[in-house]
């Protein structure tokens, strides 16, 4: 079990029964990063996996797991 699977945990007992939409989830996101700034990179490289369907090349994925800027 990897340490953030803690929180996974957590947010799906917590929320696991709601609702949201992708607005939210951006909004808390940058709600996050306004109160933890030195987490901005790591939460731009969670939205853009996020964001991307599973159909886009494996070049683009391949640019996430790597460290490098999309």
Known sequence: ?????????????RRGDEEVTLT???DRMRAFVDLNPEFENV?????TFLARDDTDDLD?????TSGEEP
């Open 24 to 26: 939210w989830v951006a």
């Open 43 to 47: 939460v731009e490289r969670l939205a």
């Open 60 to 64: 683009d994925n391949e640019d996430l």
């Open 1 to 13: 079990m990897y340490f953030t699977d803690r929180g996974l945990e957590e947010l799906e007992e």
